[in-house]
């Protein structure tokens, strides 16, 4: 079932869902998916599972010489969505990235997904390599999203990249990544808006927000997108602030400001747990105001630890 079936089923009635990180390479997948089943009781009917890029790592050899090779510190997403399909009965929402990707590649990817039963995917440029710091695009890969939404809408039409046959069409429905405080790399609002709406122009059927703590971000950004003429679903992304380091890491790391209510009244705790209860009920508050908004579905980056969205969870529904 597509996301955007899911919003239409629910006729105006928020839905609840989570996206979940795969484990650094080695580690037991059970503990991800047990770390999640409580969230269960309140019936995600689809699970984002993130993809990241390989990293450069530089390894010493014993002659003393350097090699680079690129490294993916957390694979698995394709296999972590089948499983979750598999354990939860759920859609999984698995994130297709450009970078470190030829469009030959994504397009074996894509029929991995689509043999696998996903209707969805989220797509994105992905984050630049921590050790260049910005962007670079794989030779023949794709450097925007807008240009790898096209390739995913080419799939559904049965346009393949080097075929001269039409093929058996895919059915993909296309999410994307919106930001209400702005992309880092945009010079100006209005120029990553336009970016935005190229995105939808290309196909995309939903709008996934980078997580805020300050839902008049999300209100302003809403209302620009109906203004522009963009009416795709546009989903908040929520995140409940857990500890006290997290008031300088997430801004610097999403580039998102903090509400200086909540940057107060997490100063005040003397322990991390307290922060993370006033994350919990900052992030109730949050919610309440959202569902009364409209919102169609509420969205948690759940980043490995998930009692806190639990909490959430059930001070809301
Ligand atoms: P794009 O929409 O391609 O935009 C990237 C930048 O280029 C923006 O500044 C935009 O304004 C600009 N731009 C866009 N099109 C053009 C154009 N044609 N010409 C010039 N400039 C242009 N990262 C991962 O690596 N893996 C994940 O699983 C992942 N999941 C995410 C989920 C969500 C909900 C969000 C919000 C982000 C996620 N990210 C993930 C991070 C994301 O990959 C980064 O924020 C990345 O820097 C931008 O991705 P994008 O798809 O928004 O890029």
Not at 228 to 236: A, C, D, L
Not at 260 to 288: F, H, K, P
Request: glycine share 8%.
């Amino acid at each position: 079932t597509k996301v955007t079936e899911y919003i239409q089923q629910a006729a105006g009635k928020p839905l609840f869902s989570i996206e979940i990180i795969p484990p650094l390479k080695g580690q037991n997948i059970n503990q991800l998916l047990d770390s999640i089943d409580p969230l269960m009781e309140f019936k995600p009917p689809f699970v984002d599972v993130t993809y990241h890029r390989e990293e450069l790592i530089d390894k010493h050899n014993s002659d003393g010489s350097v090699l680079r090779i690129p490294i993916r510190k957390r694979p698995g997403t394709v296999g972590i969505c089948a499983r979750l399909m598999e354990r939860f009965r759920v859609d999984a929402v698995p994130h297709v990235i450009c970078g470190g990707f030829t469009r030959e590649e994504t397009e074996d990817m894509l029929f991995d997904l689509h043999y696998l039963g996903i209707d969805n995917v989220l797509v994105l440029r992905g984050d630049p390599e921590k050790s260049a710091g910005v962007f670079t695009a794989k030779k023949g890969g794709h450097a925007y999203a807008s240009d790898l939404i096209r390739q995913v809408c080419g799939m559904n039409q049965g346009v393949l990249l080097h075929e001269e046959t039409q093929a058996s069409p895919t059915n993909f429905c296309i999410g994307v990544a919106g930001y209400p405080e702005k992309h880092f790399e945009a010079t100006d609002y209005d120029t990553d808006f336009g970016y935005l709406k190229k995105k939808v122009e290309a196909g995309a059927d939903y709008i996934v927000t980078q997580m805020f703590f300050d839902n008049q971000r999300y209100f302003k950004f809403v209302e620009r997108c109906r203004a522009e003429g963009i009416t795709v679903p546009i989903i908040p992304g929520l995140k409940p602030l857990a500890t006290k380091k997290q008031l300088t890491v997430l801004p610097r790391i999403f580039h998102l400001d903090m509400p200086e209510d909540l940057v107060r009244a997490a100063e005040q705790c003397e322990t991390d747990q307290q922060v993370r209860q006033v994350g919990v009920e900052w992030g109730i508050q949050q919610c309440r105001e959202l569902i009364e908004y409209g919102i169609p579905v509420l969205h948690f980056y759940t980043m490995g630890k998930s009692d806190n969205v639990l909490q959430i969870a059930r001070g809301v529904f």
